[in-house]
C-alpha cells in the first residue's frame, strides 16, 4: 500500500513538473520576457531598471486600527504600478511578486528591534486570502507568495488556514472610503481560532477598507494586536 502510495505521488510530481516546463514554453512564446521598464528582451524587469525602482519605507504607528503599518513602495511609481498589474493580471507574471518582496525584506531588515519584538512575541504572517473562484483562476495567491518570502527569509511564522475570504467584493475603483468599508463587509469568514499577535499582509493598500474588515474579522477570533505589511501604498 505504501509503495503504492509513493508511486502515485511520484508520478503526480512528474505530472506537474511537465505541465509547468509546458506552461512556461507557451508563455514564452505568446508572452515573451521584455522588461516592463525599458522593453529589453530576456527580463521581466532588467538590471538597471531594477536600480532605479525608489522604495518608498514608510512605516506608521497606529494607522487605521493597526498597531502599525508598513508599506515599501508607493503604488504610483509607474514601474511599481505596472509590476504589479502584470503579477495580478493576465498574463499572470507571478515572478514578479519575489522580485518585489525582495526589496521589502532589505528594507525590514533595517528594522531589527521591530524584527526582534515580533519575533519574541510570537506575531504570525497572515496572507489576505483569495476567494477559492479566484485562487482557481488566477493559480496563485500574491499576498500568499508575498508572505511566504517573508517567513523563509526573516524566520516569522506563517498560517494561510486561520481567515478564508467566502466572497468576492464588487470593483471599488470609483468608491469613495465610506462605500469601500460597505463593499468589504461578510466577504471573510474564521476557520479557527486566532493568534493573539498577528500581521496582515496584502500587496497593495489603498484606503485600507479590505485589510481592516480581515482585522476586525480576526479580532473577533482572539486577535489582539495587528499590525499591516503590503508591497505598496497607493
Known amino acids: 500500500m505504501l509503495l503504492l502510495y509513493s508511486i502515485i505521488i511520484d508520478k503526480t510530481r512528474k505530472i506537474k513538473m511537465w505541465i509547468n516546463k ?13 522588461c516592463l521598464g525599458c522593453q529589453k528582451n530576456g527580463f521581466f524587469i532588467c538590471p538597471t531598471c531594477l536600480k532605479n525602482i525608489i522604495v518608498l519605507g514608510e512605516i506608521k504607528n ?12 508607493d ?19 507571478k515572478e514578479l511578486i519575489p522580485i518585489l518582496t525582495s526589496f521589502l525584506i532589505k528594507f525590514l531588515k533595517n528594522f531589527p528591534q521591530i524584527l526582534s519584538f515580533w519575533k ?28 511566504k518570502e517573508i ?3 526573516l524566520n516569522l511564522p506563517l498560517n494561510k488556514k486561520i481567515i478564508k475570504r467566502i466572497k468576492n467584493k464588487k470593483s471599488q475603483t470609483n468608491l469613495g472610503r465610506k462605500n469601500r468599508m460597505e463593499n468589504v463587509k461578510g466577504i471573510f469568514k474564521i476557520e479557527e481560532k486566532s493568534p493573539k499577535n498577528i ?12 485589510l481592516e474588515e480581515a482585522k476586525k474579522t480576526l479580532v473577533r477570533a482572539g486577535a489582539k494586536n495587528v499590525w499591516a505589511i503590503v508591497l505598496a501604498k497607493g
Open 22 to 34: 509546458i506552461k512556461n514554453f507557451l508563455l514564452d512564446i505568446f508572452f515573451p520576457k521584455i
Open 62 to 73: 497606529n494607522f487605521q486600527g493597526f498597531k502599525g503599518m508598513i508599506a515599501c513602495f
Open 75 to 93: 503604488y504610483h511609481q509607474p514601474l511599481i504600478k505596472k509590476m504589479i498589474k502584470r503579477a495580478k493580471y493576465s498574463p499572470y507574471q
Open 120 to 147: 519574541k512575541n510570537n506575531f504570525v504572517l497572515i496572507p489576505i486570502p483569495l476567494t477559492k473562484g479566484k485562487m482557481a483562476w488566477r493559480g496563485f495567491n500574491q499576498a500568499e507568495i508575498i508572505a
Open 151 to 153: 517567513n523563509l527569509k
Open 199 to 210: 500581521i496582515l499582509i496584502d500587496d497593495v493598500l489603498t484606503t485600507g477598507a479590505t
